[in-house]
C-alpha cells in the first residue's frame, strides 16, 4: 500500500509561483511512477507531469512545459512540483498519485495509478 498526501497549495498572482509537496509512504512498488493532475472547475481531471522511481525520467503536459518542474527525494518519499509563471487556467485541485509501471506515452491514463492523495488547492487570481 502506498499513503499520498499533498500539501503547499494556496492563493497566488498570475506569474507567482508555488511548490507542492507529494508524500508518498509506504510500498517503493507502487512509485514508480508518481504523477501530478489536476482537475480545474467543471473540467475533467488531467495529467500534469510525472516521474519515474529514480527521478531519471520525467514528463510534462504542453500547457506546463517550461514553467514546471517536477523532482523527488527518496530519502524524503517525497515528490515536488515547482510551479513558475503560474496563469489563472492552472487553477484547479492538484492531485498526487502513484503506481508501479512507467510507461513514457500513455502516463496520464488515470487507470495506471493506484493510489491517489486528497489533494490540495491551487488558486491564481489577482
Known amino acids: 500500500q502506498l499513503q499520498i498526501m499533498e500539501s503547499g497549495g494556496g492563493l497566488v498572482q498570475p506569474g507567482g509561483s508555488l511548490r507542492l509537496s507529494c508524500q508518498a509512504s509506504?510500498?517503493?512498488?507502487?512509485?514508480?511512477?508518481i504523477a501530478w493532475f489536476r482537475q480545474a472547475p467543471g473540467k475533467e481531471r488531467d495529467g500534469v507531469s510525472c516521474?519515474?522511481?529514480?527521478?531519471?525520467?520525467?514528463e510534462y503536459a504542453d500547457s506546463v512545459k517550461g514553467r514546471f518542474t517536477i523532482s523527488r527525494d527518496n530519502a524524503k518519499n517525497t515528490v515536488y512540483l515547482q510551479m513558475n509563471s503560474l496563469k489563472p487556467e492552472d487553477t484547479g485541485i492538484y492531485y498526487c498519485?502513484?503506481?508501479?509501471?512507467?510507461?513514457?506515452?500513455?502516463?496520464?491514463?488515470?487507470?495506471?495509478?493506484?493510489?491517489w492523495g486528497q489533494g490540495t488547492q491551487v488558486t491564481v487570481s489577482s
Open positions: 498519485a502513484g503506481g508501479p509501471y512507467f510507461a513514457r506515452s500513455v502516463w496520464p491514463n488515470q487507470a495506471l495509478y493506484d493510489h
Open positions: 509506504g510500498s517503493s512498488r507502487d512509485s514508480n511512477i
Open positions: 516521474i519515474n522511481g529514480d527521478g531519471t525520467r520525467v
